[in-house]
T-cell receptor
């Protein structure tokens, strides 16, 4: 099945720890995105990437890092600098030139 | 700051009725508009996209766009309990990385 796979579904972070959220897609989409969703809030863009080895900061990139070494993969690292990481993290992808985004199932991150 | 505004709800409608969801946006240059449905604890799924003024119908769903008044709406006919979800309005103000999402309207369809 074609789609976007996010793992893990639930993740717990200890104080001072970096954690990495996985996002893999087999849709052959060029563009990939990371969003954060807090309760009662809209989706806020963290990072996006249009092509391999290139990515851009979104509106709330501080405390996060990404890499794009393969077209299929766009992992997000939540660093210890992100002081309020508890949220629902969504990965999305789209064809370059299209503004229609398709979402993975999400990862729910909590702080221990 | 480009904004997309939605009434958070909840909007309650009886089963079989028409549900009307509204969204306003601040950037007059916006060109693309989307409605996503998000069930509790799940990720958003695309329902409709609309690019031109007027109505666009897909099954029980109709999206309406009025660029002059800067609003986009979603009508759901013959509402079903399975339509109970939060509906996110999204607007692209230029470039596919500039999609702004509203906070969503929670719809409750009462059997």
């Amino acid at each position: 099945d074609g789609g976007i796979t996010q793992s893990p579904k639930y993740l717990f972070r200890k104080e001072g720890q970096n954690v990495t959220l996985s996002c893999e897609q087999n849709l052959n989409h060029d563009a990939m995105y990371w969003y954060r969703q807090d309760p009662g809030q809209g989706l806020r863009l963290i990072y996006y990437s249009q092509i391999v080895n290139d990515f851009q900061k979104g509106d709330i990139a501080e405390g996060y890092s990404v890499s794009r070494e393969k077209k299929e993969s766009f992992p997000l690292t939540v660093t210890s600098a992100q002081k309020n990481p508890t949220a629902f993290y969504l990965c999305a992808s789209s064809i370059v030139g299209s503004d229609i985004q398709y979402f993975g199932a999400g990862t729910r991150l909590s702080v221990l | 700051q480009k904004e997309v505004e939605q009434n958070s709800g909840p909007l309650s409608v009886p089963e079989g009725a028409i549900a009307s969801l509204n969204c306003t946006y601040s950037d007059r240059g916006s060109q693309s508009f989307f409605w996503y449905r998000q069930y509790s604890g799940k990720s958003p799924e695309l329902i409709m996209s609309i690019y031109s003024n007027g109505d666009k119908e897909d099954g029980r769903f109709t999206a309406q766009l009025n660029k002059a008044s800067q609003y986009v709406s979603l009508l759901i006919r013959d509402s079903q309990p399975s339509d109970s979800a939060t509906y996110l309005c999204a607007v692209n103000s230029g470039g596919y990385q500039k999609v702004t999402f509203g906070t969503g309207t929670k719809l409750q369809v009462i059997p």
